[in-house]
């Protein structure tokens, strides 16, 4: 007699052990980036020469093909700024892999948006950290909001339905929330909120632009008020201890139906946590994606049961699940601890006892000069108005193959 495998009822329980393939498939296709944001969780700004040629990129899609994921989240760095990127886009799409990308809009201009407006197989976000130039620009670069408002217009003008203005929460733009929401309806478009984490340069800035515990509350209530019209991509699941668990799967998906793979073929098990103990393979050198993905001794343990730690004991457990492993790690905490901006206050004392911080694993600032994480950083808001579109050259930092 054989015995059947009896999967867990519960969908987040089935989550957990992990799935044949991912549900979100973040891809960053290059480092290069035009802008230099301060909180960038890959350290953008240079291109790596060692990424991943064009039909090396249409072999990962292949791969994703046959193994039936619906659709793929392309970011940077700057995608677009790569000049093959419309040809993998439409390859990915001919090839039945939806395609939904993250831009600061630098190359979205009247062209682009009616090519993006007569795709049914393409989604848009725009970045955009500030509902003000001001408060925008310090984080993400002089002239970097009237860029994406250009891109907005001109995804509106175009009849692109339901782009995204895709947010990073800092304590600076809390109490822009409804502004934000003004402007997705105000272009047609859909607004995305995302949390801070201490990844990458974000690491340098973390104690300066998270949000503050009063903040956190402040941000929990507006998304019980207004969580059923914004996407939140489960950032918040942290929250979920002051009451009711806000919506989506709040869980930790890391390795199991999220993963990253970054421009020179390298997958991690997370986009927040690009650090070599996150690392599970190369889709180059070990036998592709999808046998990393299946077979990876990483992956393997994030999908075996977890204990929780001291976290367990606590009643809100089931809705926070201990919550960011990526926000633990770079904030020096262990994996069975509590989130650093737990809202029962259990991350400030953890904070306190924290050993060495890790860094990310790799850096493509243009300076070449990243700060010393958890030390005072400071961050002056910008008191005049942007000085142009772009502040630098998009291929800055990319040289000739």
């Not at 250009?150 to 995204?164: H, T, W």
Request: with cysteine.
């Amino acid at each position: 007699m054989t015995s059947t495998l009896v999967r867990p009822a519960r969908l987040v329980d089935q989550f957990e052990l992990g799935l044949d393939a991912p549900i979100c498939l973040t891809w960053e296709l290059t480092y290069a980036c035009n802008l230099s944001c301060v909180h960038c969780l890959s350290s953008s700004g240079r291109r790596d020469p060692r990424e991943l040629s064009t039909e090396q990129c249409k072999a990962v899609i292949d791969e994703l093909q046959k193994m039936q994921v619906f659709y793929v989240n392309i970011g940077g760095g700057e995608p677009t700024v790569r000049s093959d990127f419309w040809e993998l886009v439409d390859y990915a799409t001919a090839h039945q892999v939806g395609v939904k990308f993250s831009t600061n809009g630098v190359r979205l201009d009247k062209s682009a948006a009616a090519r993006l407006a007569d795709s049914d197989y393409v989604d848009v976000q725009i970045s955009l950290d500030g509902a003000t130039a001001e408060v925008n620009d310090a984080v993400r670069g002089p002239g970097s909001f009237a860029m994406a408002i250009r891109a907005l217009e001109n995804l509106a003008e175009a009849g692109f339905r339901d782009a995204k203005i895709s947010v990073v929460v800092t304590r600076h733009n809390v109490s822009q929330l409804d502004d934000f929401k003004a402007l997705a309806d105000k272009y047609g478009a859909t607004l995305r909120i995302t949390r801070l984490r201490p990844s990458g340069r974000g690491a340098d800035v973390w104690d300066e632009l998270h949000p503050t515990a009063a903040q956190q509350r402040e941000l929990y209530d507006w998304l019980v008020g207004n969580g059923d019209r914004v996407l939140t991509g489960d950032s918040f699941f942290h929250l979920s201890a002051y009451g009711n668990a806000l919506p989506g799967l709040n869980l930790c998906g890391a390795g199991r139906v999220v993963c990253l793979i970054d421009p020179v073929g390298d997958v991690y098990a997370c986009p927040f946590a690009i650090h070599e103990q996150f690392l599970a393979g190369n889709v180059l050198s070990d036998g592709g994606f999808a046998h990393v993905w299946q077979h990876s001794d990483l992956f393997t343990e994030l999908r075996s049961p977890q204990t929780g730690g001291a976290c367990t004991k606590c009643n809100h457990f089931d809705s926070c699940r201990g919550g960011c492993m990526a926000a633990k790690f770079f904030t020096g905490l262990p994996m069975d601890g509590p989130d650093p901006e737990c809202v029962l206050g259990n991350g400030e004392s953890a904070l306190n006892a924290a050993g060495e911080i890790p860094k990310s694993s790799v850096d493509h600032s243009r300076t070449g000069e990243r700060k010393v994480a958890r030390k005072s950083v400071p961050l002056t808001l910008m008191m005049r108005p942007p000085a142009k579109i772009c502040d630098e050259n998009p291929l800055t930092g990319m040289t000739k193959e």
